[in-house]
Nanobody, 127 residues
Framework: QVQLVESGGGLVQAGGSLRLSCAAS????????MGWFRQAPGKERELVAA????????YYADSVKGRFTTSRDNAKNTLYLQMNSLKPEDTAVYYC????????????????????WGQGTQVTVSS
C-alpha cells in the first residue's frame, strides 16, 4: 500500500496562488494513477484533477481548467497541484488519492476507484 500526506494549504486572497504537494511513501509511487479531490462544507467530494502513471494523461474539472495544473515527480514520490487565480468557491479541503487499478496512460474520475487517501489540507480563499 501507499501512504499519502498533503501539504501547502492555507489562506489566500482571491486571485492568489497556492501549490499543494502530496508526498507518497510505501509501494512504488509511479505505479499509481493519482487524483486531487476537494470537499467543501455541505458538498460532495469532487475530482479536481487526475494524472496517469507518468503524467502523459491529465484530467481537469471544468471549474479549474486553465487555472490549476497537476504534475508528478516520480523520482521524488510527490504529486503537485499548482492553483492560480484562486476564487472563493475554491475553498475546500483538498485530498490526494492513489488508484492502483488504472495503469499506464489511464486514470479514474470516480472517487470509489481510488484506494488510498491522504488526510487533506485546507484551502481557504478570501474575497
Amino acid at each position: 500500500q501507499v501512504q499519502l500526506v498533503e501539504s501547502g494549504g492555507g489562506l489566500v486572497q482571491a486571485g492568489g496562488s497556492l501549490r499543494l504537494s502530496c508526498a507518497a511513501s510505501g509501494r512504488t509511487f509511479s505505479h499509481y494513477a493519482m487524483g486531487w479531490f476537494r470537499q467543501a462544507p455541505g458538498k460532495e467530494r469532487e475530482l479536481v484533477a487526475a494524472i496517469s502513471w507518468f503524467g502523459g494523461s491529465l484530467y481537469y474539472a471544468d471549474s479549474v481548467k486553465g487555472r490549476f495544473t497537476t504534475s508528478r515527480d516520480n523520482a521524488k514520490n510527490t504529486l503537485y497541484l499548482q492553483m492560480n487565480s484562486l476564487k472563493p468557491e475554491d475553498t475546500a479541503v483538498y485530498y490526494c488519492a492513489a488508484d492502483q487499478f488504472h495503469s499506464g496512460s489511464y486514470y479514474s474520475t470516480t472517487p470509489d476507484e481510488y484506494d488510498y487517501w491522504g488526510q487533506g489540507t485546507q484551502v481557504t480563499v478570501s474575497s
